[in-house]
């Protein structure tokens, strides 16, 4: 008797908490992919939990995480503070549970590699959620440096601005894992390194720091860090200032032109890829679904496939060690309160 192909089965997916994002990054993206479901989520407000669950059709809904990552699920979606990634991360993998965890991976290069030897142990798939990255604009760009048309790369510029208001939000406490570079500047340095196809050297770095009111050690408010790969020369900015305007851009100069990128972050509400040489400037718009559309069905895929996606516990070593650098560069304090105390 022939049995069912597991693979026809759909994923099933808990997810931990009703972050904000949520919506975007999980319920959205499922509802238009064939082949996962959210059926478990934990929330530590009972009622918040309920509504949610009942405004997304989340058929389970339990009281911890715990609960949640034992349950019969395949895959958890981890978008807790940046503090909580790795615990509930390595206790997730050892459930024998697939994680899609939200960036940045961890709070210093140190957690992540702990979570990537869980998940070497294991065998699990652990992805850090750079959606942009498996967007079409981003090949898209890579496909045009690599064609040669710009010449050989001289230097990178990423911008990512974007204001928070609230002074009670988790990305303005530093024991959460907060601060500007951690929510925004994880992105340009991403940009980089990927346009840049190597890893950097952090060669200076600058930020303004504002006051966490919930007690913590000073959050970087802005960032500027100039980096070094080889040859090639890179500067990223970020800020959540409560005046910056909403930037997330990126320029590429070449020996013989430049790209210039707007809005990698959310190309599928409008995006722009400007190539300029001296024998012309041509304009491209990437259409497409959104980039969470596009990460969920790469996650979906190396989970069926066990393969390691693009952005997988290497690549998330590897960036968190460029923020770990940026961060000293400027003089701040680690994210990690127990590193710095260490």
């Known amino acids: 008797m022939a049995t069912q192909d597991p693979r026809a089965e759909p994923l099933r997916i808990a997810t931990l908490g009703a972050a904000g994002i949520t919506p975007s990054a999980l319920i959205a993206p499922v509802a238009d992919t064939e082949g996962i479901e959210v059926s478990v989520m934990a929330a530590r407000d009972p009622d918040r939990a309920r509504t949610f669950a009942a405004e997304h059709g989340i058929a389970n809904v339990v009281s ?87 010449g050989t790369l001289r230097s990178l510029n990423g911008v990512f601005t974007a204001p928070i208001i609230d002074k009670s939000d988790i990305r303005r406490q530093y024991t959460l894992g907060g601060g500007a570079t951690m929510d925004l500047g994880c992105y340009p340095i991403h940009w980089v390194r990927t346009v840049a196809g190597s890893e950097p050297e952090v060669v200076s770095a ?81 259409e497409g679904p959104s980039t969470y559309h596009h990460q969920l069905v790469a996650f979906v895929d190396a989970v069926r496939n066990h393969e390691q996606p693009l952005t997988g516990p290497a690549d998330a070593i590897a960036n968190a060690k460029v923020l770990d650098a940026v961060y000293a560069s400027a003089g701040l304090p680690p994210r990690n309160p127990v590193a710095e105390g260490s």
């Open 64 to 150: 911890d995480y715990a609960e949640a990552i034992a349950s019969d699920v395949d895959a958890v979606y981890n978008p807790l503070p940046i503090s909580l990634h790795k615990k509930w991360a390595i206790r997730s993998m050892r459930e024998g549970k697939h994680v899609l965890c939200e960036k940045p991976m961890a709070l210093d290069s140190g957690e992540v590699e702990e979570m990537a030897a869980v998940a070497d142990e294991t065998g699990m798939i652990l992805m850090e959620a750079f959606h942009y990255r498996y967007h079409p604009l981003m090949a898209t760009v890579l496909e045009i440096i690599g064609s040669g048309e710009i």
């Open 206 to 286: 600058m930020s303004t720091v504002a006051a966490d009111d919930a007690g913590g050690a000073a959050i970087d408010e802005t960032m500027t860090a100039d980096l070094r790969f080889g040859d090639i020369t890179a500067t990223i900015t970020c800020s959540m200032h409560v005046e910056a305007p909403f930037e997330a851009s990126l320029e590429i100069q070449g020996s013989e032109g430049r790209i210039e990128v707007d809005n990698l972050i959310a190309p599928h509400i409008g995006n722009t890829v400007r190539v300029i040489t001296d024998a012309q400037t041509t304009e491209t718009q990437i």
